[in-house]
């Protein structure tokens, strides 16, 4: 076959157009998905983030789908066709250099936000996305109504969930640090409450305990427990101060499984996050031991009632005697009558 | 005015400034990179300003190396063999001229507008619309000058180096306008899912009908040339030709996998992507045999090395893509430093390698000055040739570890510490890419100012 220039031009644009019509026409006239279960429009708020998040190239570092592998922020529900109705553009992503945000919305109250756009490494001490903080708070008010968007209506519900809790929870820490405490525990289910930490907190354990809380706790709580970490002048209510756990001790003695709990599951409506998903349980006994070594002063760790031993676990004997609890002014005392032992 | 025009007019004007601007948007466009690859080991470095956050740095880098080093590099060497290889001369320089001035307006509109977030962000089609018109006009202007310059050639047959040049300004001049969205000025973007459909056919059609015909096309070009021997085969040639463009332009969804696209485009993709060893080995196959016996004078020659090792960075890009494209391997590979590691590799390894041979090759033909050091040639070599494997072998490596990681159920946020060396390797290697970037500015722009003038006969000869 001879190449001329009629053939080489006619046929170069043939095969060209030829294609296109078949990617790109042909989606263009059968993609018309109908709007998910989870879509709804978004506000003019919501499609001005969309439009910052554009311009500063949020997306080359977030993807806006779920794959059936992933395990990650958003990973319980599929991406559909119809999840991007009408939005434009819709820029899905191909990296993930950070989490996948397609469902991020409601995960977080603002005020984690607020500390997370001015700078990452406020919430994140191990962040690589970087401080939005010259956008200026407006801006970063927009970004933040984007990002509550994502999920439509599921992250609604989320957001309703922040809500409803948000408001009990800044009452309580406006009563006071002791009437704070006291509310929080009274949302711990019970059977936690009164549960030690069953792992004794050897050096290894306080070591590892130590790298997860300054990898993931100290923005908010502060190196030293305070509660003073640089996140904390963003969030309402404030971190909490390790140390003032001394005197809200469950029966006067146990506090590892409440840290547990909490560190597991967060508290909706504060900026204080869950950590079940990044990290795993020995991890988070970890570092509620730790919490309660360093910052506490004291640990439950291997008491009564203990069920049947941990296989693994060295012997130790915990050195510590439960604090003689002052009766903080303007508080319960801790050493309330003790509790009926969970079944 | 006169003697502006009778500058203008000169034939091998635009070539040289392509070439030129090219090499000078290498050194831009990589610093560009570094400074990206700083926020992604310390990323307060530059907090909090704006141009260098990574979400505008980055853009800035990517565009610029993709449209201004890699393309223009690439183009003022096709604007110097295609009126050689039909024996003519360019249609209309003065129009080359002005392509020229579009093109580099666009390249510049990167650094300028992403700095303040003046971008229309989905990836490979940022630059706003203005800009968008501008490289639009600047293609179809070549278009023009090209097929003109085919129509008064004095040489009848046309080399397979033509067609691809040929066919990527024709293919190009349809797929930017489309996959940019340029109907909708503002956004740059249809709405909804489909909108990724049109982004993705774009996106393989950069690498696929610009780099790959322009990269390819050189190669067939000075292969031959250096090692003196003729083409192998004609029938290879216009398979390779006619599946590129047939194949390449359907494989878009293999960047979106187990996305919400429809099944058909993704199984599509995954066929085809697989069908791509097809144009690939054909051509490198080609162009290979051409050479057989003779592999020496290729590596003799620093501008053959480049463009030879440019093949080799074809053929590893090109295993590459196809198992990375299979649902099974992609689970891991997808969203991570992997694709990073590919991208350079094809980008830089395949296209740029072939870039920098063809130009230290044609340079002299087109300049009529012998390189001004041939050792800079050698050194540009051993510094991209040591930074990129690196790159490559560091992105790899951390791109597995963030698959399977996550594949495995750790979360992103835990696997950040883990790529922490690697993102510093990165950064380091880059170095060794960006002083290759200088080392290359400052030969050629010696040899144009001290390149020892070739005799006017031996040039004749050089040419013929
Ligand atoms: C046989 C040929 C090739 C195949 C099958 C192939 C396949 C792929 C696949 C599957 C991806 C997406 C990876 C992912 O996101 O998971 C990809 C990305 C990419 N490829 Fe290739 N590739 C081929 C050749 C090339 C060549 C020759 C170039 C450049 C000249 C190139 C440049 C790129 C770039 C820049 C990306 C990154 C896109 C992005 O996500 O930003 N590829 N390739
Ligand atoms: C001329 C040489 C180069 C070319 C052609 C090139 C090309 C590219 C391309 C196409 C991408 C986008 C990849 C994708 O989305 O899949 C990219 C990203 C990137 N490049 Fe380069 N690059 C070059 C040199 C460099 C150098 C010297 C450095 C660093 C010092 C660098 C650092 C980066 C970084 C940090 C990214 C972003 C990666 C990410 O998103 O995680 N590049 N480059």
């Given at each position: 076959m001879k190449v001329t220039p009629a053939l080489l031009v006619i046929g170069a644009l043939l095969t060209f157009w030829a294609s296109m019509a078949i990617m790109v026409l042909l989606p263009a006239a059968t993609m018309h998905p109908a709007p998910s279960s989870t879509w709804r429009p978004w506000s003019s708020e919501e499609e001005a983030g969309n439009t910052l998040y554009v311009q500063n190239g949020c997306s080359y570092c977030h993807s806006r789908y779920i794959r059936t592998n992933d395990w990650d922020l958003g990973a319980e529900r599929l991406a559909e066709p119809g999840d991007y109705v009408a939005q434009e553009p819709s820029i899905l992503g191909t990296e993930r250099t950070g989490p996948d945000l397609s469902q991020a919305g409601g995960e977080h109250p603002d005020d984690w936000h607020l500390a997370h756009f001015t700078n990452p490494r406020y919430t994140r001490p191990q962040s690589l996305?970087?401080?939005?903080?010259?956008?200026?708070?407006?801006?970063?008010?927009l970004l933040t109504a984007y990002v509550q968007a994502q999920g439509g209506r599921d992250a609604d519900t989320r957001i309703s969930r922040q809500q409803r809790w948000r408001t009990p929870a800044q009452e309580a820490y406006a009563r006071g640090p002791d009437k704070n405490i006291e509310w929080l525990h009274d949302q711990v289910p019970h059977g936690w409450l009164a549960m030690p930490n069953p792992y004794p907190p050897l050096p290894a354990d306080l070591a590892r305990g130590e790298k997860v809380y300054q990898d993931q706790c100290a923005g908010c709580h502060g190196p030293i427990g305070d509660g003073q970490g640089l996140a904390a002048p963003y969030l309402n209510p404030v971190p909490l101060n390790f140390t003032l756990l001394r005197r809200h001790l469950t029966d006067g003695r146990y506090l590892g499984g409440m840290l547990y709990y909490q560190i597991m599951n967060g508290i909706t409506g504060t900026a204080m996050p869950y950590f079940k998903r990044d990290l795993e349980s020995e991890k988070i006994w970890d570092v509620s031991n730790y919490v309660a070594v360093y910052f506490v002063g004291y640990t439950d760790a291997t008491m009564e009632p203990r069920g049947i031993g941990a296989a693994y676990e060295?012997?130790?004997?915990?050195?510590?005697?439960?604090?003689?609890?002052?009766?903080?002014?303007?508080?319960?005392?801790?050493?309330?009558?003790?509790?009926?032992?969970?079944? | 005015m006169s003697g502006m025009w009778r500058f203008l007019k000169k034939p091998e004007g635009p070539a040289?400034?392509?070439?030129?601007?090219?090499?000078?948007?290498?050194?831009?466009?990589?610093?560009?990179?570094?400074?990206?690859?700083?926020?992604?080991?310390?990323?307060?470095?530059?907090?909090?300003?704006?141009?260098?956050?990574?979400?505008?740095?980055?853009?800035?880098?990517?565009?610029?190396?993709?449209?201004?080093?890699?393309?223009?590099?690439?183009?003022?060497?096709?604007?110097?063999?295609?009126?050689?290889?039909?024996?003519?001369?360019?249609?209309?320089?003065?129009?080359?001229?002005?392509s020229w001035l579009l093109w580099n307006i666009t390249v510049l509109s990167g650094p300028i507008c992403f700095a303040g977030g003046h971008t229309q962000g989905r990836e490979y089609t940022e630059y706003i619309w203005a800009f968008d018109v501008t490289f639009t006009l600047a293609i179809v202007l070549l278009a023009v000058n090209?097929?003109?310059?085919?129509?008064?050639?004095?040489?009848?047959?046309?080399?397979?180096?033509?067609?691809?040049?040929?066919?990527?300004?024709l293919w190009t001049a349809g797929s930017y306008p489309i996959g940019n969205v340029m109907w909708h000025p503002s956004t740059g973007a249809v709405a909804g899912i489909l909108d990724t459909v049109i982004l993705w056919f774009y996106g393989h059609n950069l690498p696929g009908l610009v780099l790959t015909p322009l990269a390819v096309g050189a190669a067939y070009y000075v292969m031959p040339r250096i090692a003196q021997a003729p083409l192998w085969s004609h029938t290879l040639s216009l398979v390779g030709f006619w599946t590129l463009v047939a194949?390449?332009?359907?494989?878009?969804?293999?960047?979106?996998?187990?996305?919400?696209?429809?099944?058909?485009?993704?199984?599509?993709?995954?066929?085809?992507?697989?069908?791509?060893?097809?144009?690939?080995?054909?051509?490198?196959?080609?162009?290979?045999?051409?050479?057989?016996?003779?592999?020496?004078?290729?590596?003799?020659?620093?501008?053959?090395?480049?463009?030879?090792a440019g093949t080799v960075w074809y053929l590893i890009t090109c295993v590459q893509g196809p198992i990375q494209s299979l649902p099974a391997v992609q689970r891991v590979?997808?969203?991570?430093?992997?694709?990073?590691?590919?991208?350079?590799?094809?980008?830089?390894?395949?296209?740029?390698?072939?870039?920098?041979?063809?130009?230290w090759h044609i340079l002299p033909l087109l300049s009529g000055r012998e390189l001004y050091s041939r050792r800079l040639v050698n050194l540009q070599f051993g510094l991209i040739t040591f930074g990129l494997v690196g790159f490559f072998m560091v992105l790899t490596t951390a791109g597995l570890i963030q698959g399977g990681a996550w594949n495995n159920g750790q979360t992103i946020y835990r696997v950040l510490p883990e790529i922490a060396p690697y993102m510093f390797l990165r950064a380091v290697m880059g170095v060794l890419i960006i002083a290759a970037a200088f080392v290359g500015f400052y030969n050629l722009w010696m040899t144009l100012r001290r390149g020892r003038v070739i005799e006017p006969e031996l040039r004749e000869e050089a040419l013929s």
């Open positions: 996305m970087p401080a939005w903080k010259f956008l200026g708070e407006s801006d970063i008010r060295p012997a130790w004997t915990n050195p510590y005697t439960p604090p003689q609890t002052q009766p903080a002014a303007a508080s319960q005392p801790a050493a309330a009558p003790a509790r009926t032992e969970p079944r | 040289l400034a392509f070439m030129v601007s090219g090499m000078l948007w290498f050194i831009i466009g990589t610093l560009y990179g570094l400074v990206s690859a700083i926020d992604l080991v310390a990323p307060d470095f530059f907090a909090n300003i704006a141009p260098l956050v990574f979400g505008r740095g980055r853009p800035t880098h990517v565009n610029t190396v993709l449209y201004g080093f890699v393309t223009e590099v690439l183009v003022g060497c096709g604007l110097y063999y295609v009126p050689a290889l039909l024996r003519t001369k360019l249609w209309s320089p003065p129009a080359a001229w002005l090209i097929v003109m310059t085919i129509a008064n050639r004095r040489e009848n047959s046309l080399y397979v180096s033509v067609w691809y040049f040929t066919g990527m300004l194949l390449y332009t359907h494989i878009g969804g293999h960047h979106v996998p187990q996305g919400p696209i429809p099944n058909w485009l993704k199984a599509m993709s995954t066929i085809d992507s697989m069908a791509m060893v097809i144009p690939v080995f054909v051509a490198l196959g080609n162009l290979w045999l051409s050479i057989r016996g003779r592999g020496g004078k290729l590596l003799a020659d620093p501008a053959g090395r480049f463009v030879l590979t997808h969203f991570n430093n992997w694709v990073i590691g590919h991208s350079h590799i094809a980008i830089l390894g395949f296209a740029g390698y072939i870039a920098l041979g063809a130009m």
